[in-house]
């Protein structure tokens, strides 16, 4: 007679990791930089890609709905057409600063959609699980949010395999949607740029030219509430 | 005479990990779990928590704004209120479900929020950086995005240290900015719960309890654009 497993029977011992494997994680976290434009032109393995999509596809998600897709681009023509896409829309922003604020924006170029070999275009489907999803009732933004996870298990693994990732935020929905037949319910999450780097910036590149400068955590913690001259 | 520094000074030799550091980062990414009741009643040590929350504060940010906050609650009573928010709305979210389905949803208990000694409310401040954000422009929730960079994040951190992490979204939002005097603007991205964990699930727990199956990534990856025949 077959015997239904218990759930208890898939739990298994759950220790802290031995202080080198801690570090590599913490390593990880504290060396991950979003690239602009140091990447290298040598193609990524398959294999390796596969171990990054592995470490996107292993985030948490609401109702463990998975919503996330991965468009991979390698194709020159389809990544210089996402750069035109790119750089319309950088125009527009670059024209919401002014003074020294625009100038400085100029400075920092991203090449990145032309130099690193390969796009992965990351997206939501929130129909992936049906209308109602277990976590998705009260707030309605949560299949984005799991498919940022996925991106940022990505971005990490990414860094221990000496790959670097930028992701690009500026463009107009619909000239990516078109250019890559997403359909209309499907939302762009992220745009990542992926190539291996030799160099990254020891601090994030914002910080390094001067955009804006690391915040004191202590500043971003509070103890039990909301600080009240904060409001 | 002074001379300020060059961008290209803060370029560091970025190399792949070592083999072992690179199975410590996959270990926590495909090890990490989703808690929902096996949190141990121990404190976390201060030195652990800021370790986490130093974790997070190194996630991406759109425009480098870091528009993240962490409330850390830890007393007994505001948790119970957290919990009794999180009741309420959970029998809303019941009541979307039918037949087997609600029976199942039933059956997931949630003890978290009462159980592990910590919960941290994590929140995105839309002003943090004025009013024009670099790489905001074009996508208005790159912020709340860039602070769920800092959840998972926070989430590896964890694993690595041996603490479970769980993510409640089932709450409405006036109820916990009341609870903790968040003002108005600020969105509420995570309520996390924290606390040791000795065991874990060998996979997530809504698999395990037959709630829903992983999918298989190949499904989910696409050579250079949307697939036709899933408009």
């Known amino acids: 007679m077959l015997t239904q497993p218990k759930p208890e029977d898939a739990l298994t011992a759950a220790e802290p990791f031995a202080t080198n494997e801690r570090a590599a994680v913490y390593r990880a ?60 829309a950088n125009a527009e922003a670059e024209n919401l600063f002014s003074g020294d604020r625009a100038q400085t924006y100029r400075g920092l170029k991203l090449e990145g959609i032309r130099k690193a070999p390969l796009s992965i275009c990351i997206t939501c489907d929130p129909d992936r699980a049906g209308p109602v999803v277990l976590g998705r009732t009260h707030n309605p933004r949560m299949d984005a949010y799991s498919t940022v996870c996925a991106v940022q298990n990505l971005w990490l693994a990414a860094r221990a395999e000496g790959v670097g990732v930028g992701w690009v935020s500026i463009f107009h929905d619909a000239d990516i949607k078109a250019l890559l037949g997403i359909p209309e319910r499907v939302e762009i999450v992220a745009w990542l740029c992926l190539g291996f780097v030799d160099q990254l910036y020891s601090e994030p590149e914002l910080a390094v030219k001067g955009w804006r400068e690391r915040l004191a955590l202590a500043d971003l913690v509070h103890e039990g509430r909301w600080p009240q001259d904060e409001a």
């Open 29 to 88: 976290i504290h060396t991950r930089r979003d690239v602009r434009d140091q990447f290298l032109p040598d193609a990524l393995p398959d294999d390796l890609v596969m171990r990054l999509l592995d470490a996107a596809h292993a985030a948490p998600s609401v109702g463990f709905m998975q919503p996330w897709s991965f468009i991979l681009v390698r194709d020159e023509a389809t990544r210089a057409q996402a750069y035109q896409a790119f750089s319309r």
